[in-house]
């Protein structure tokens, strides 16, 4: 449960980290990329509720 709880709030710290720093996001600009991104998270947690 507690995984659950510190992924948003790093992505959260993260994202207001780079706005505050005027850094750009470490994140892909278009759609397709920001599937890539949740489809690579949720197969992660897949693999860790399927494996662990």
């Known amino acids: 449960m507690m995984e ?3 992924g948003p ?3 959260l710290a ?3 980290g780079c706005r ?3 850094i750009p996001l470490p994140a892909p600009p ?3 990329g ?3 991104v949740l ?3 949720v197969g992660y947690l897949l ?3 399927l494996l662990g």
């Open 47 to 49: 693999g860790d509720r």
């Open 34 to 36: 920001a599937l890539l």
């Open 4 to 6: 659950l709880m510190v």
């Open 39 to 41: 489809a690579m998270t």
């Open 20 to 22: 505050l720093l005027d």
């Open 14 to 16: 993260i994202g207001a």
């Open 9 to 11: 709030v790093l992505a």
């Open 30 to 32: 278009k759609l397709q």
